[in-house]
Nanobody, 115 residues
Framework: VQLVESGGGLVQPGGSLRLSCAAS????????MSWYRQALGKERELVAT????????DYASSVKGRFTISRDNAKNTVYLQMNSLKPEDTAVYYC?????????WGQGTQVTVSS
């Protein structure tokens, strides 16, 4: 099982980034996919979730209206489009796959929002 995040980097406030998480080794389309983030010295927090067929999404209040989660089950990939980025969005972003009692995490990708 592998979840590999990519797309992180340094961006100025107000900018955009799109994160990707490529999955392998399990039946991706059967899993609920989520993005989490963890800032330095803080607990990991849920950012966004998309159901297995992508019909329903949910967001943390801090990112609602700025971030969009989506998935492509044909490509075994989940995305996080991040717009209007703020310095407080700086964190390591992780994707997570969940189905019942099974849960898998990626290794994370760093997002830094700074001028």
């Amino acid at each position: 099982v592998q979840l590999v995040e990519s797309g992180g980097g340094l961006v100025q406030p107000g900018g955009s980034l799109r994160l990707s998480c490529a999955a392998s080794g399990f039946t991706f389309s059967s899993y609920v996919m989520s993005w989490y983030r963890q800032a330095l010295g803080k607990e990991r927090e849920l950012v966004a979730t998309v159901t297995s067929v992508g019909r329903s999404t949910d967001y943390a209040s801090s990112v609602k209206g700025r971030f969009t989660i989506s998935r492509d089950n044909a490509k075994n990939t989940v995305y996080l489009q991040m717009n209007s980025l703020k310095p407080e969005d700086t964190a390591v972003y992780y994707c997570k796959a969940v189905r019942g009692s099974l849960a898998y995490w990626g290794q994370g990708t760093q997002v830094t929002v700074s001028s």
